[in-house]
């Protein structure tokens, strides 16, 4: 694997396998009363969040936590141009401080690409602007194998706004990669014109797609996309591409709805929807911890040389 | 030098798109004038320059640099630029009129030219701004500017976005003779927050994209008013296929419109940015393959007209942001006649010849810059460049440029400058500035 997690692209289908296998056995960490290994004892961790994520955030800290490395959590909000300090200053910083691994979540598509030219340590991205969010993507692969048996031929559809949606990307390239079908379904103005080139349909009928799959998968829709002119209106957009009770029902048996959080709940996906048995948006969140676990221990170097001990 | 007022350059490839003169030839400079041009001159007394194995040719004249003073000096001075420029060949530049204060005045103008003649290190043509302070509304007084001078008008890097405001402003130029409008074609609506060009690779990167409809629109409205007020329209930095084929037409028909391309739109395309090495961000956006492919072939077939740097310094601070926090701009003069030997001269894209017009007659015929651009004969000014068109060099810093954001950093180029002669005296000798 590589020194860093940038994007599903840095990652072949073996390394996608490996990531999943090792997640999974950490998964029964997470069930122990003590919730902890030592694999990565000594090992200093960074999260730098240049934007409010508290759900993420959490999830790489507990993930770092569970393997025994120490934490340092580094909050800021807006751009490192408004605050002054520049990211090149903040990752020279980091540096000096001996940072073995910099967790980076950043409103700016890219910044973690920039961080890893000053920093010796592991870059993981938790989200770049619009761009992508493979951790996100690998534990929906995760959930996704682990409620349906296997990746290959799975037929999945990302709904809502892929345009703005760095989830809706990893996870395309994520599922392409492993022989999964996708649909990308939205209003045109939502989904790039050229998204069939990543290897992947796309549809601006729902209700066309929904009887074929094995997994529907709602992406966040911001209000701020109707002031920008992308949809008419919230209400307009729920009733088209919304997952409706109605909707639910032209499901097959056995499909699985997924959401990477935070819902909006009554507008792309109806309350009691998000609360039913087939959604399993809070075990994505539970794997979640252990697939962090997983790409942490994987990307330092933890997995093949030095191993503490178990 | 030993004289410094009285020299030969001996058995160059001497080029001249001005005449069509190619041949072997020594070129004598006495006084700042060329003295002779041929075989077998009278070069007594003179200090000889072995130039067998090299080209010389006019000076080159940049249509398009942005010298930054006054008002960001940490970027670039005039005294830098026109070093910059003269390394690179240049022996005049349009100085661009994004400058604080802006340049849409004649003191500005002034006070430029000052700096410049203080310098002494290459030509420089303040451009003047179309509108009060870049800001599209108000036409600055562009008869004062012309009284000072200046030839050239442009908002560079504001497309002016009220067509009332940019029909007034052709039309009112053509009271003045052989004066030009430039414009930076792209329709700000479409370009709101663009990053790069939109396409398959913005969307995988998730950057805002600037579509090459954006230029499109704005080139055609621009078109068309150039043909209902009969201005002189002069098409900056054009970046698309679909521009060309407009252009193209329109100078079938007969409007008074020129184009330029930078040589980075020549080289690079949006696939280089997918690192978000911020050096290649630009705007107009570098585009597809097939873009770049037709913007070499609108060179060699002179839809377009020029070759110009848009040579834009920035601080090192601000290309280390994060990308869409980056300011936009790569420098170019001491880039730009490499690259395009390189990347269209040597693949057999472009002839030489056509080559040194575009980045030299060219854009002086443009300019008014009578100075410039040859032809070269007994009496003319001694602007000249001396290159040599086959050694190869990595472009790394240090540059004579207080800025180092160039698109070619780390790349490996072929032809370097050897000496450039500014008005008989050799501001660059040797591949070194001399002061």
Redesign the interface.
């Known amino acids: 694997m590589n020194a860093h997690l940038l994007s599903m692209h840095d990652l072949s289908p073996d390394d996608v396998s490996r990531v999943l296998d090792t997640a999974e056995s950490f998964r029964e960490v997470g069930t122990r009363v003590i919730k902890k290994v030592p694999a990565l004892r000594g090992r200093t961790v960074v999260n730098l969040f240049y934007e409010n994520s508290t759900r993420t955030r959490i999830s790489f800290e507990l993930a770092a936590k569970r393997l025994s490395a120490d934490v340092i959590n580094f909050t800021t909000s807006g ?3 408004s605050k002054g300090e ?3 200053d903040t990752a020279l910083t980091l540096q000096a401080m001996g940072a073995d691994a910099v967790v980076i979540r ?1 409103s ?4 973690p ?2 961080l890893t030219k000053w920093l010796k340590g592991s870059v993981l991205n938790a989200g ?5 969010h493979p951790t996100q993507a690998l534990l929906d692969l995760y959930t996704m194998r682990e409620k349906l048996g296997r990746l290959e031929g799975l037929r999945v559809a990302i709904v809502g706004d892929v ?1 703005h949606s ?1 989830v809706a ?1 990893s996870l395309s390239f994520g599922l392409v990669k492993m022989g999964a079908d996708v649909t990308l379904v939205g209003p045109p103005t939502l989904v ?4 069939p ?2 290897g992947v349909q796309v549809s601006s009928d729902i209700d066309a797609v929904l009887p074929k799959l094995d997994v529907c998968y709602m992406l966040r829709v911001q209000r701020e996309r109707q002031r920008q002119q992308f949809f008419p209106s919230v209400r307009e957009y729920a009733r088209l591409f919304g997952l409706t009770r109605a909707r639910v029902g032209t499901l097959p048996e056995g499909c699985v709805i997924m959401h990477p959080g935070p819902m909006n709940r009554g507008v792309e996906i109806d309350s009691d929807v998000a609360d039913l048995p087939q959604a399993v948006i809070e075990e994505q969140v539970t794997n979640g911890i252990a697939v962090r676990m997983s790409l942490l221990y994987l990307l330092l170097g933890a997995g093949g040389e030095e191993r503490t001990d178990g | 030098m030993a004289d410094a007022t009285r020299f030969v350059f001996r058995g160059a490839r001497v080029i001249d798109p001005s005449v069509g003169r190619d041949d072997i030839s020594d070129v004598l400079v006495e006084d700042g004038r060329i003295a002779g041009l041929g075989s077998a001159l009278d070069e007594g007394g003179a200090e000889i320059f072995d130039c067998s194995g090299l080209v010389l040719t006019p000076g080159l004249v940049d249509l398009h640099t942005h010298l930054r003073e006054p008002g960001r000096e940490d970027k670039e001075t005039i005294e830098t630029g026109s070093r910059a420029a003269a390394l690179g060949g240049f022996t005049a530049v349009a100085a661009m009129a994004n400058t604080d204060p802006v340049a849409d005045n004649a003191a500005v103008v002034r006070e430029v030219q000052a700096l410049a003649d203080r310098a002494g290190l290459c030509e420089v043509f303040p451009v003047g701004a179309i509108t009060r302070g870049l800001a599209g509304e108000e036409l600055a007084e562009l008869g004062e500017m012309v009284e000072a001078g200046v030839r050239l008008f442009s908002d560079d890097g504001n497309c002016v976005p009220n067509a009332r405001v940019l029909r007034n402003a052709l039309r009112y130029a053509t009271a003045f003779e052989e004066v030009v409008i430039a414009e930076h074609c792209e329709e700000p609506s479409l370009v709101e927050g663009g990053q790069m060009h939109e ?2 690779h913005s ?6 994209g600037r579509p090459r409809e954006a230029e499109e629109v704005a080139l055609a409205r621009d078109l068309a008013i150039a043909r209902m007020t009969g201005g002189r329209l002069h098409v900056c930095h054009v970046s698309s296929a679909g521009s060309i084929d407009l252009i193209r037409r329109a100078k079938q028909e007969g409007l008074r419109v020129s184009a330029e391309v930078t040589p980075h739109h020549l080289v690079f395309t949006d696939e280089d940015l997918v ?2 090495d911020t050096n290649l961000k630009v705007h107009p956006p570098l585009r597809t393959p097939e873009d770049r492919d037709a913007l070499r072939v609108a060179v060699a077939d002179r839809t377009i007209d020029v070759i110009a740097t848009d040579h834009a310094p920035h601080a090192v ?1 601000e290309k ?6 980056s300011p936009p701009g790569t420098i170019g003069l001491e880039t730009g006649l490499a690259a395009v030997l390189t990347h269209l001269v040597e693949p057999g894209i472009v002839s030489l010849p056509r080559a040194i017009e575009a980045l030299s007659s060219a854009p002086a015929r443009i300019l008014g810059a009578t100075e410039q651009g040859g032809p070269l004969e007994p009496g003319a000014a001694a602007n000249l460049v001396v290159f040599d068109p086959n050694v190869s060099w990595t472009v790394e810093p240090p540059f004579a440029s207080k800025s180092r954001n160039s698109a070619f950093l780390g790349r490996t180029l072929t032809g370097k400058v050897v000496h450039t002669c500014f008005r008989g005296e050799l501001v660059v000798a040797d591949a070194k500035a001399q002061r």
């Open positions: 751009s490192s141009v520049s990211l090149k950043h700016s598509s890219g910044a690409y920039q770049d602007g619009t761009h992508e345009l760095r990307r790039p014109p050229d998204a080139a990543w | 396409g398959y969307y995988s990167l998730g950057l805002v690192t978000y601070e280390e942001a994060e990308f869409d926090q």
